[in-house]
């Protein structure tokens, strides 16, 4: 089981932020996790909130905003993000938030800029996979040639059979892995096995705990999202 660092190594650094990740490597993580948004220029930066008052302590709009204007923000490129993930061969998961106000671009913009990189990701052997709760946004990437995993929302995670079950059968002819919360995992851990059982890769969030570290190592999932990776590596026995 792989160990992904969600918005970086964010329990000890800021989320999202270049340290974030930078912590996340020396934490030996398996790969970044990121959110991503455009910028009123155009810009992919990694940033998981619409605004930056959470995280910056002053309110502006991402989407309504130049990457000039975020400067006090100190917003992280997903371009250096992804340079920093070949550099030191981490696998990478772009989530894209919606619903926005340019809608699809951000999906066109993600999958140009791993074209771009293409060759490098080739040559430095990583996996890198478009996440999003948005199903219209998980065809998409698809369409576009990128790796997607169709992120199953908290509204879901109580009617397993009814809708979980025929998002699985709906994903069988199609390159599309499943990311259900951890909830979802520790109600159902047979729903590893019955994605295996379709081709589908599973990537749970968010799992910090010991304990539900090894009950995702035990329900057979391919990758969890944690915000502490040297945590969850020594609940795994990892050296």
């Given amino acids: 089981m792989q160990i992904y660092a969600h918005r970086g190594a964010s329990r000890d650094f800021p989320e999202g932020s270049r340290a974030a990740y930078e912590g996340a490597v020396g934490q030996g993580a398996d790969g970044f996790e990121c959110d991503v948004r455009l910028t009123k220029d155009g810009q992919i930066i990694c940033w998981h909130d619409a605004d930056t008052a959470r995280m910056a302590g002053m ?139 379709m081709g589908r890769r599973v990537f749970v969030w968010t799992v910090n705990d010991e304990a539900d570290i090894a009950l995702c190592e035990k329900a057979g999932v391919d990758v969890v999202m944690s915000d502490i990776p040297f945590q969850a590596r020594k609940a795994l026995g990892y050296s």
């Fill in 59 to 197: 309110k502006k709009s991402i989407a309504w905003s130049d990457l000039a204007d975020l400067e006090f923000a100190s917003p992280f490129l997903l371009s250096d993000l992804l340079e920093l993930a070949i550099a030191h061969k981490k696998n990478l998961a772009i989530e894209t938030k919606h619903p926005v106000v340019t809608r699809g671009m951000i999906e066109y913009k993600v999958a140009a800029l791993v074209e771009m990189y293409r060759d490098a990701i080739t040559a430095a052997g990583i996996d890198v996979v478009l996440f999003s709760f948005s199903s219209a946004a998980v065809r998409r990437a698809h369409r576009l040639g990128l790796q997607s995993v169709h992120l199953i929302a908290h509204r879901y995670q109580f009617f397993y059979d009814r809708v979980l079950a025929r998002l699985l059968y709906r994903l069988t002819d199609r390159r599309i892995d499943i990311g259900p919360g951890l909830h979802l995992v520790k109600k159902h851990p047979e729903i590893a096995k019955q994605a295996h059982e």
